[in-house]
């Protein structure tokens, strides 16, 4: 499922997200999980929506076993909302475009 959101490696997490500024949504997913495929769209919708307010990116857990592992992710889909490089929350599983909206504010 080609996507539009922009996938991050280990070795770039910790500068597109841990020394970010602002808000950056990151979800962390599989290609072979139903339910991180089914949440691509709201989380590509997202982007567009927030765009200069937040930045939504993408963690492939298979090719990132660090990145997860640091994380603690156990479950997927996982998306963590940092702010200013802190963890602000984190959403596990599938969830509507509202919760993350909801997220975002409460950032």
């Known amino acids: 499922m080609a996507g539009s959101l922009h996938e ?3 070795a770039t997490f910790g500068s597109e997200v841990l020394e970010a500024k602002g808000v ?3 979800d ?4 072979w999980c139903g339910p991180c495929l089914k949440l691509t769209p709201t989380l590509e919708s997202l982007s567009v929506e ?5 930045r939504v990116v993408k963690v492939n857990v298979d090719d990132c076993q660090s990145t997860a592992s640091s994380l603690g992710v156990s479950s997927i889909p996982t998306v963590v909302l940092f702010k200013d490089g802190k963890e602000v ?3 596990v599983g ?3 475009k ?10």
């Open 8 to 10: 991050l490696t280990d």
């Open 98 to 107: 509202d919760a993350y909206l909801k997220a975002i504010e409460n950032a």
């Open 28 to 31: 962390l997913w599989a290609p």
């Open 50 to 54: 927030l765009a200069g307010r937040a």
């Open 89 to 91: 929350t984190r959403i």
């Open 24 to 26: 950056v949504l990151v």
């Open 94 to 96: 599938c969830h509507p």
